[in-house]
T-cell receptor, first 115, second 115 residues
């Protein structure tokens, strides 16, 4: 399977702890996106990278959130001092910018529960 | 501010029937309108997408109808099957063709197709 891979699938943490998620995009894709999805809602854009450069961050991405894509391949999303409101599904997606109408391919997400 | 409004929230259709989901948008700068299908525990998967230069696009049993003047678009699923039971999201891209990965999603419609 050469789709978008996310790890872990589930993470339970206590409030105040730090967590880190990993995303491996489809290998030839140069753009990588992070979205957050809460129960019963559509995904919300958080940030995206083109190669290793982070080009945009949503206002939803507080200072406790940081994302990296150090070598333009995999990406990590870290949440510091987690809060109960951070409980959500974190989705990673990738695409290739060179193609018109290039579809966005999503991974199966990391479900975070903050207790 | 909700920029893409989706209805209905839930839909029950008999096998073989037509499922219709509607979306309305506010921002006239949107120029890419995809529909995603999501099964429980999975990430969204692209079903079909349209640009505003056409009024309709059909792929198999799935059709998008687009009304630019009304700022509305809809998904029609013909001959609905139990395997189509999922949550459907409309979305819109606020940027130009170079960034179809930054999407604003509707709230989702849960479709149940009864055998």
């Amino acid at each position: 399977d050469t789709g978008v891979s996310q790890d872990p699938r589930h993470k339970i943490t206590k409030r105040g702890q730090n967590v880190t998620f990993r995303c491996d995009p489809i290998s030839e894709h140069n753009r990588l996106y992070w979205y957050r999805q809460t129960l019963g809602q559509g995904p919300e854009f958080l940030t995206y990278f083109q190669n290793e450069a982070q080009l945009e961050k949503s206002r939803l991405l507080s200072d406790r959130f940081s994302a990296e894509r150090p070598k333009g391949s995999f990406s990590t999303l870290e949440i510091q001092r987690t809060e109960q409101g951070d409980s959500a599904m974190y989705l990673c997606a990738s695409t290739i910018v060179s193609s018109y109408n290039s579809p966005l391919h999503f991974g199966n997400g990391t479900r975070l529960t903050v207790t | 501010q909700q920029q893409v409004k989706q209805s209905p929230q839930s839909l029950i259709v008999q096998k073989g029937g037509i499922s219709i989901i509607n979306c309305a948008y506010e921002n006239t700068a949107f120029d890419y309108f995809p529909w995603y299908q999501q099964f429980p525990g999975k990430g969204p998967a692209l079903l079909i997408a349209i640009r505003p230069d056409v009024s309709e696009k059909k792929e198999g049993r799935f059709t998008i109808s687009f009304n630019k003047s009304a700022k509305q678009f809809s998904l029609h699923i013909m001959d609905s099957q139990p395997g189509d039971s999922a949550t459907y999201f409309c979305a819109a891209s606020p940027a130009g063709s170079s960034n179809t990965g930054k999407l604003i999603f509707g709230q989702g419609t849960t479709l149940q197709v009864k055998p």
